[in-house]
């Protein structure tokens, strides 16, 4: 249903409905002022347009209002993190009351594992996938060790099968046939950020609550890319960033989810600070910490009002897309690249993320028979902005929002180049 050719990539392209949004960012640009080939949305997204303006205005309000912008300004600063709420929930398959933009993601992570990491001597190991981005690694590893247990002991890698790279699900089911009763939380990254495989998040549930465990995700690579539908998946909890594919700028916010079933749970263990009070009686300062119900009641300092606009700005793009549009594209233009890669049909590169459309975002990890960096530079140098992977993978990711068919098949022809 492909076609390698410049012609047809631009046909596509021309056909697209969600093409026009590539010219709401700024696209970085190469040493001869054209527009670089950006495949990296998948480590930090590009910058929307309106990102400046909508900062630009909190800053005026600031100038203008001083502190009465809490509550004068045209967006209240005391309320804001509400102006994100219904849209995040939307891109995460939430409902409003369970999301909160709070934080960064290693904090919110550590944060809700106070709240659902409660070890007994009997129940205490951790469950996590073997590639884990290194940050949920450490948090999870210094969990089990405040705890005063051994991560020798109590983290449990599920891992893939010799000779493989991603992790099959048997493969869960059986270290929760083996040792479910030891196990308290398993802890999966949704969208792997290696080998890009996405993981079933209801399935997983279900055999992670049969077995008696908590179960949360990090969404850091899903958030945005697929569509997660957190609450039908019943996990009880997820964080995730919003610099990757929610396009909200370096280090911006992160976001979290608490399950419904755990909103008005006020003996639930947790980290507290004024923010997650009770709005009525937040500001007569003497009260009892009283939670507010949901993912709010997780909230500890008031946030950073200039990263907030920058989400702000971002989902109104992503609104204006619509996540069905964005999966959609995404699907056909993943499926490009993988077609052109397979149409070169060299077999020192191999594609390690999964075949199937539903197992994957848009990201494609590919592996290259001895490879080193030299490789990842040489296509920095010819325009291509990518991701390295030591020891040989290169993630390239096309975002449906800002890049084009062609944007892939140019990639491809660099890489055939470079390759010789
Ligand atoms: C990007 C990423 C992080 C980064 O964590 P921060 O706290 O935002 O620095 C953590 N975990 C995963 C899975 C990631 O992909």
């Not at 012609?7 to 969600?18: I, M, V």
């Not at 303006?53 to 993190?81: C, F, N, S």
């Not at 049909?345 to 390690?352: K, S, V, W």
Request: glycine letters at 8%; a negative charge.
């Amino acid at each position: 249903m492909y076609v390698s050719s410049r012609s047809y990539a631009q046909e596509c392209d021309t056909r697209d409905e969600l093409a026009e949004f590539r010219e709401q960012f700024h696209l970085p640009l190469d040493a001869s002022g054209n527009p670089v080939i950006y495949l990296c949305g998948n480590s930090l997204g590009l910058q929307p347009k309106i990102t400046s303006q909508y900062i630009r205005k909190e800053l005026d309000d600031w100038a203008k209002l001083g502190v009465e912008g809490h509550t004068d300004a045209a967006h209240p600063w005391m309320p804001y993190h509400e102006f994100l709420t219904n849209q995040m929930a939307e891109v995460v398959g939430a409902k409003p009351g369970e999301v909160v933009v709070m934080n960064t993601l290693t904090t919110n992570l550590h944060l809700l594992m106070v709240s659902f990491y409660q070890p007994t001597e009997t129940r205490y190991k951790i469950v996590v996938e073997s590639d884990a981005f290194p940050s949920d690694k450490y948090a999870v590893e210094s969990q089990l060790k405040f705890h005063g247990h051994d991560p020798k002991d109590g983290l449990i890698l599920w891992t893939p099968r010799e000779g493989e790279e991603v992790c099959r699900f048997e493969d869960l089911e059986a270290i929760m046939q083996d040792q479910g009763n030891s196990i308290a939380l398993l802890m999966i990254g949704d969208t792997n950020y290696y080998s890009g495989q996405h993981f079933p998040l209801k399935r997983i549930t279900q055999l992670g609550h049969k077995n008696g465990c908590i179960v949360g995700f990090d969404l850091a690579h899903g958030a945005g890319n697929i569509q997660p539908d957190l609450h039908s998946s019943n996990a009880d909890f997820a964080v995730w960033c919003s610099y990757k594919y929610l396009n909200s700028g370096p280090g911006s916010l992160g976001g979290l989810f608490v399950h419904e079933r755990h909103a008005h749970n006020k003996e639930l263990k947790r980290f507290t600070g004024w923010w997650g009070h009770n709005k009525e009686t937040r500001f007569n300062m003497r009260h009892e910490f009283d939670p507010l119900p949901g993912a709010e009641g997780w909230q500890l300092s008031n946030p950073p009002i200039l990263s907030m606009a920058a989400i702000r700005a971002s989902l109104d793009v992503f609104a204006e897309a619509g996540m069905d549009r964005l999966r959609k594209k995404s699907k056909k233009l993943t499926g490009y690249l993988e077609f052109l890669l397979d149409e070169l049909n060299d077999d020192r590169i191999r594609i390690i993320t999964p075949r199937d459309p539903e197992q994957r975002g848009c990201q494609l990890s590919i592996q290259v028979k001895n490879a080193d960096k030299s490789l990842h530079d040489q296509l920095t140098e010819a325009g291509v902005i990518s991701d390295w992977r030591e020891p040989d993978v290169i993630r390239v990711a096309p975002v449906p929002l800002y890049n084009s068919f062609e944007d892939v098949f140019e990639f491809v022809e660099r890489f055939k180049k470079i390759l010789g």
